[in-house]
């Protein structure tokens, strides 16, 4: 069905997209990405160039000044997944949505002056780091932990799964600085590539996503000083998390669509011209029928998608919205990518093949950003009314 | 559900491969196979001296004779699924389901006395090349042609997909010897390493089976001696491949219960030792109603296994059970292997978990021995007595 959510401007920076896209995206780049498991950073300053990052950066940090208006992320992620490279809307994603978000609601203005306008550029790469080795889901549970100092702070520990999380030159880091786990216990801190003790680790090899580096970082008695406590409030962390989780949720969610739309016209036109018994794979009854299935769920997952944007804009998105759409989305779009690698035979398990790749990092849209067991349980509780 | 198919013999043979495990495989040996992109000889070898391969090779050509009995290459997938090392699984099965089979059941004297001996010893490898960059499912497609001259043949074409199609040292390869698609068009031929004009070209790069080769491969004016067509009899080759296929699917549908039982123990083992929120991570209501999923799963998976292993053993396992077998087994694999990662969290991601090796390894079940389509479409027309 047809979509009616973009108005004249989104059209017009979608052609600036495509035109990004078509100078910068090839076979050859994501190869060159996948090989270095990373995204270079020419590429990463080109889109600064082009406009396609710091969307929400506001206009006198030298950003485009979109806060709340989500569907120009929206057409960056329909027009790069289109194209193929995963790792690249991923790269893009942390960028604008888990890193810049925490400087421009929640940074002090030195933070904002110092970081936003090289965030806007890509000259600073940003991460955010959550994670524990030994807790995820249950945030609360984290051992990393910052000692108040003298002017400062001096940082322990270790994160995982990091994405962006090599290449980033600055990481906000959700870490302890009070005792227990209650919500006034955490904080987050701003912690800068080569600051002494900081270990920007090994490369996680994962499933997908080889373009896209996710890291192990660790902390060894690192001096992070007063000026890097975001927002310059302690204690602020957990809150400030909870706040910026629902733009994360619903970018995943925006993935999940755009990438079910891809899988979908990619499978259509495989399917089309593969041939087998003297006719079209899409002429068998089942392809058709698969077809069909994918392409009403695709439909089905950008109206709610579209709704949801638009109450993200008017700020009426709640956090239990955001939970909903992520989980609902991405199981919705592991089943069309299931059935479109399916529909392409081998062709489909070959890494060449947009289908497989897209495959492959689609598995973790339902692992992280909150697993969806995770958001079934923060929605089921509130449907209840538990606790 | 105990299973009860094994007798005291396959028991003793278990500890064998056990032992044969715990010597080569290791997380060292599986990280060097999936960098080589291939098992290294060695292993193939030692595997041959302890008896792990080339099973079915009558005891008078060096081999352990186990013909009709299944169940002894059953122990050693179980057991080297459940070690992590799917790759390896693999490599055994193309020698011991895909190669040898050709060989002990339709080889001449001569081909069997040339080539049986060194199969089993893991000094020949052998692969099965069917399938041609145009034509898979329908593989009497095929373009891939052998014209008969003085003496042999002069082979022409490609293949592609081929499972240890750049280690293979014989490949036996699906042409056509005749015109048109009649049953009758088709032979099987012995395609040497080396011959002038065929090349075991680029490996591909896949979503899993990383340390498991998969090769295109080109035929150019290659000359195959009249001695290498397999049965020495021409226009068989289509009937050949639908004597084996049954064995073919069978060994799929092992593989994917083996997988989904190995699955089911890390997800378990895993679930009891990880903690969030203060519980272990298996005492959430919905992992163990996931658990119980899986567990009843792969109870039907063992019990539908049994009795086909049995009816194989019976020669009574016909060509519409080993399709059903081969779909059904590798669909209620996937929905188990799925719930695993999931239940692993990140760490289900990463390629460093068996549980993602054997995620990624398991997609291609669906795919290979005949996709499922193919499968449901041949038990389908059985069923409703379709032309
Ligand atoms: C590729 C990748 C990129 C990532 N990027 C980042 C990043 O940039 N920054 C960051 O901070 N983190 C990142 N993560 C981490 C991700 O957010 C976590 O993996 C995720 O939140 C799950 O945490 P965990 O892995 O510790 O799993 P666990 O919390 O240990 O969960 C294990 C299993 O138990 C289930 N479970 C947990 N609690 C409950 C419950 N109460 N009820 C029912 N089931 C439950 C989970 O759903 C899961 O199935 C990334 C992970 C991956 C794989
Ligand atoms: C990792 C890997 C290893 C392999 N190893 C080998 C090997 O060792 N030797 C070998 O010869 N081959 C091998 N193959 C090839 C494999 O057997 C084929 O990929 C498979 O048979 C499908 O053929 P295809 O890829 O040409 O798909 P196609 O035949 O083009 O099919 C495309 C899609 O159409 C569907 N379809 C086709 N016909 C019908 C129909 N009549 N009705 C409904 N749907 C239909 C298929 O199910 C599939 O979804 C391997 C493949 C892979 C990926």
Redesign the interface.
Known sequence: MERDIYEEDHEAFRDLVKDFVKRHVSNEAIERWDAAGEIDRATMLAAGEAGLIGLSVPEEFGGAGMLQDYRFRTVVMEEVIASGAGSLAGAFGIQDDLAVPYLVHMGTQEQKEKWLPRMATGEVLGALAM?DPG????LR?IKTNAKKVDGGYILNGAK??ISSGSTADVVVTFVKTGEGNRPDAFSLLLVEKGMEGFDQGKK?????FHGWDTAELSFTDVFIPDENLISGKEGQGFIQLMLNLPLERLSIGVAAAAAAQAALDWTVAYTKDRE??GERIAD?Q?TRFRLADMAATTDAMWAYIDRALLAYKNSTLSAEDAAKVKFWATEREWEVLDMG??LH??Y?????YPI?RA??DA??H???GG???IM?DLVGRQIVGKR
């Not at 807790?135 to 249950?138: E, M, N, P």
């Not at 996680?204 to 997908?208: A, C, E, R, T, V």
């Not at 489909?348 to 060449?352: A, N």
Request: charged share 20%.
């Open positions: 994670t807790a995820g889901s249950d549970g995982t799964f996680l090899s994962k499933m997908g087998a018994f068998f089942n690698v399916q035979g081998g489909g398990y070959i890494m060449e497989a495959f492959t598995r973790v339902r692992i992280y697993t969806n067991e079934r």
